[in-house]
């Protein structure tokens, strides 16, 4: 088939098949590309859709963009099953396999480093969320007697929020100070949009942390003993994944 190269991950080599039915990007089986020690795992894509050009184009349509970025983590996620990939950036493309080898070449070093760094090792996801309190939202507002009223309402709302916020400050910082120092790295992000995410309550904690595989399960465990621990915070765990927040400049 012709058409330009699409990478999903560098990898070392790895004995495993990938699942016969998995298909990639535009639908195209993906496939190992071996260059010294390293493989990139590749797929053809069309040119009139992932040229320069027409890939902006693309970029800004949000459900194209989300069935791509669906197609290409299924791919990280198989990988994932079979080796330690090291993902690139979603609508990596190369003319032929000609550039995708030149690009290996010219990372090489790079790649074999943060290779060995992430190898064995997979990302978790933790996410604190502060709610706001039942009560405080089931009770019907109450008209006030008079402005003097009022305003002592809304001290102790104020007030009241306050507290909540900074008691799920101190809960996340606890949580991401224990969970760091069991991983072997962590990392800390914005906290997510919520008009994006849909998720209710305030995201205070967005963090992804450095796992040992064989050390998930505990991981894992340690996430759950402090769910309910403070009542008003929700903690989302989610994983394992390939290790995107800890690829450094190879992505």
Known sequence: MTGLRYVYAVCRPFGTPLQAQLTGVAGDPPRALTHHGLVAVVSHVPERDFAEEPLRAHLEDLDWLTETARAHQGVIDALTTVTTPLPLRLGTVFHDDSGVRTMMEAREEDFQRTLERLEGRVEWGVKVYAESEPQESARPAQKPASGRDYLRQRRMQTRS???????????????????????????????????LSKATGRNVLNAAYLVPRANSEEFVELVDRTKGEVPGMRIELTGPWAAYSFAGEAT
């Open 161 to 195: 929020h306050e507290e909540m916020w900074q008691k799920a400050e101190a809960f996340s910082s606890r949580l991401h100070e224990e969970l760091s120092a069991f991983a072997e790295d962590s990392r800390t992000h914005p906290p997510q949009n919520p008009a």
